[in-house]
């Protein structure tokens, strides 16, 4: 069974711009879950969707929002881009919803400059 | 405030020393504690739940053990191959999960 994938693996950007990043979950998979990984706040959850819907969401400001198809495929896009936001974002799906065994994907590396 | 905290920050081993990693949580209500390795620009990899204290799992060179306060990742025997970030995770009241910052292993030949 084909993992998690992520497209883009790579991105630079520059400040003031915006980004959108896509996550294929496992097949059969219906929970996408985002997060933000940086070496000095570590792994911090944006949100999760299940069935098109957002179930949960972290402690992140507007600029970062998401969405889910019917496929369950999900992208988050990330506006006004700030030097702050260069991070690895991964992506994470399960089976079903609030957090069972999530499967990852190998995340997309953004720079922004 | 729900809180995971992992020690040490760091481990250098030798080839075939074992060694035990920590995972401490302050959460209202176990709903599960997560392991998982990761390794350089991947994506954590899961290795272990566990839901209940005195629970235990296992996997080739690895164990997890849980009480009602910390989790141990112990590792037997380790090879170069184990090398890598450790995370624990569990879940607070809304499901959202909270991560430790991870012990990074290097099992030196």
């Known amino acids: 069974k084909a993992g998690v994938t992520q497209t883009p693996r790579y991105l630079i950007k520059t400040r003031g711009q915006q980004v959108t990043l896509s996550c294929s979950p496992i097949s059969g998979h219906r929970s996408v879950s985002w997060y933000q990984q940086t070496p000095g706040q570590g792994l911090q959850f944006l949100f999760e969707?299940?069935?098109?819907?957002?179930?949960n969401k972290g402690n992140f400001p507007g600029r970062f929002s998401g969405r889910q198809f019917s496929n369950s495929r999900s992208e988050m896009n990330v506006s006004t881009l700030e030097l702050g936001d260069s991070a690895l974002y991964l992506c994470?799906?399960?089976?079903?919803?609030?957090?069972?065994?999530?499967?990852f994907g190998p995340g997309t590396r953004l720079l922004v400059l | 405030e729900d809180q995971v905290t992992q020690s040490p920050e760091a481990l250098r081993l030798q080839e075939g020393e074992s060694s035990s990693l920590n995972c401490s949580y302050t959460?209202?209500?176990?709903?599960?504690l997560f392991w998982y390795r990761q390794d350089p620009g991947k994506g954590p990899e899961f290795l272990f739940t566990l839901y209940s204290a005195g629970e235990e799992k296992e996997k080739e060179r690895l164990k997890a053990t849980l009480t009602k306060k910390e989790s141990f990742l112990h590792i037997t025997a380790p090879k170069p191959e184990d090398s890598a970030t450790y995370l624990c995770a569990v879940p607070d009241s809304n499901y959202q999960l909270i991560w430790g910052a991870g012990t990074k292993l290097i099992i030196k030949p």
């Open positions: 969707y299940f069935s098109e819907t957002q179930r």
């Open positions: 959460v209202s209500g176990l709903r599960g």
């Open positions: 994470a799906s399960s089976l079903g919803l609030y957090q069972e065994t999530q499967y």
